[in-house]
């Protein structure tokens, strides 16, 4: 039987990062829903500006969107790793980040608009959201300084930096800065906000995440952003029935989609996060930082698969290739981070990987001929579906014996650094 919640106040003191059964509380997934929203918008606005040929101000907007997204998710995930009491400050501090995320996304279509038209860059409720998101956490962490002595450098780490940024932010919003200078001093405030970990983690002594549990956080947000491919599947297929009414296109549309979004998250459950970073805490960084380009790559994937929906219904001025490219690019990103990933983790070399690698590629190359030698485009979408399942078939036929040789590997070397 489950502890009864505790109304109370709780200290705030690092918890046990050898818990057993660690798992993801209801609140985080309350708070992850949140995040289908801003996942939506941006992926709406990035496949909107792409579908009219402003290819260059919907990468600017989405990549901009991207970091503000992910990294205010992957700064909650891991306080709470390490410090969720789940009392009712704790509950309500979350809540108060959770309308800084509908506040952030309420804000994205101007900023959006505005990097497409030019001149000075529309992002006061963009950044006002994101603003109220971080001085949440700031609160959080003090709480955490005050209650755990032992952790107090790192937190106070984290709020230095985590107080300069937003200072930063405020300037930003303040100053009568074009889209260019925003995204100069935008890109300092980025290393100031990336900083923060490393300097508490490696500097200052580190807080206690668990492995188990943030493995499994960012497992649930891989789901939570392949939706937006889902959303985009149901995008495109209302667009061929639309277009020519119940057929065979909108049949291939459909399992295309559904076997792409599949296949995608096949192949990131094939990476052994939880085995390597038990044994080797320290490559966290990379693993973790890492994911903002796996999370933005799937989101494009939604997105692309939006464009899809665009030229089906012949509101695309991009063409067939560029249709295709708008979704096998992505697809690509994904799968060559996943593997770099997989890499730095499990650090032997496997011929193997290069293989599945280039038959990846070729799959996509593939899709890319296809779209310009005019076949129709849910022929191609259902090509692309196949590049994800090189990897799923390789790992699944022999792949999986590797990965066990190379686990043991890792394994007795770590026994050999202690």
């Known amino acids: 039987m489950s502890e009864p919640h505790a109304h109370r106040l709780r200290p705030m003191r690092g918890r046990d990062p050898l818990e057993v ?28 500006l792409v579908a009219e040929g402003h290819i260059t101000s919907g990468l600017a907007g989405f990549g901009f969107a ?36 509908i506040i952030l996304a309420l804000g994205l279509p101007r900023m959006f608009d505005s990097i497409d038209h030019g001149g000075e860059l529309n992002n006061t409720v963009m950044v006002f959201g994101y603003i109220v998101m971080r001085i949440a956490m700031v ?32 300037a930003v919003l303040l100053a009568p800065l074009d889209a260019t200078q925003t995204f100069v001093f935008g890109s300092a405030l980025v290393v100031v906000e990336m900083s923060g970990p490393v300097l508490a983690e490696r500097l200052q002594g580190g807080t ?29 297929i209302s667009a061929v029935v639309g277009h020519q009414g119940w ?17 995608l998250w096949w192949m990131y459950y094939i990476v052994p996060s939880a085995e390597i970073l038990s044994i080797a805490r320290g490559r966290s960084f990379v693993w973790g930082y890492g994911h903002l380009v796996v999370f933005a790559a799937l989101a494009a994937v939604g997105a692309g698969l939006h464009v899809a929906a665009y030229f089906i219904e012949g509101e695309s001025v991009i063409g067939a290739v560029g249709t295709v490219l708008a979704l096998a690019l992505p697809v690509g990103i994904y799968t060559l981070s996943v593997y770099v990933l997989y890499r730095f983790l499990v650090r032997v070399t496997d011929w193997l990987h290069l293989l599945l690698l ?38 699944e036929s022999v792949g999986h014996r590797h990965q066990s040789a190379a686990l043991r590997i890792e394994k007795q070397r770590s026994k050999w650094v202690r």
């Open 208 to 236: 206690p995440w668990h492995v188990h549990h943030i493995v499994e956080r960012y497992g649930l947000l891989v789901i939570i952003t392949l939706g937006e491919g889902v959303i985009g599947t149901v995008a495109s």
């Open 21 to 48: 059964h660690r798992a993801s509380t209801p609140l985080e997934l309350l708070f992850d829903l949140t995040f289908v929203v801003a996942f939506g918008v941006a992926g709406n606005e990035f496949a909107r």
């Open 139 to 170: 609160a959080q962490w003090a709480r955490a300084a005050v209650a755990d002595p032992a952790h107090r450098a790192a937190a106070i780490s984290y709020i230095v930096t985590l107080v300069v940024a937003q200072i930063g932010w405020i």
């Open 66 to 101: 991207m970091f503000a997204i992910v990294w205010a998710w992957i700064n909650f995930s891991w306080f709470a790793s390490a410090y969720d009491t789940d009392d009712w400050l704790y509950r309500v501090t979350t809540m108060v980040q959770m309308v800084g995320v």
């Open 358 to 395: 280039l038959g990846t590629l070729g799959i996509l190359a593939i899709a890319l001929v296809l779209a310009s030698a005019g076949v129709p485009m849910s022929w191609c979408l259902l090509v692309v579906m196949f590049a994800p399942l090189i990897t799923v078939l390789g790992y």
């Open 247 to 263: 057929s065979t296109d909108a049949v291939l549309v459909a399992v295309a989609g559904v076997g792409l979004t599949f296949g």
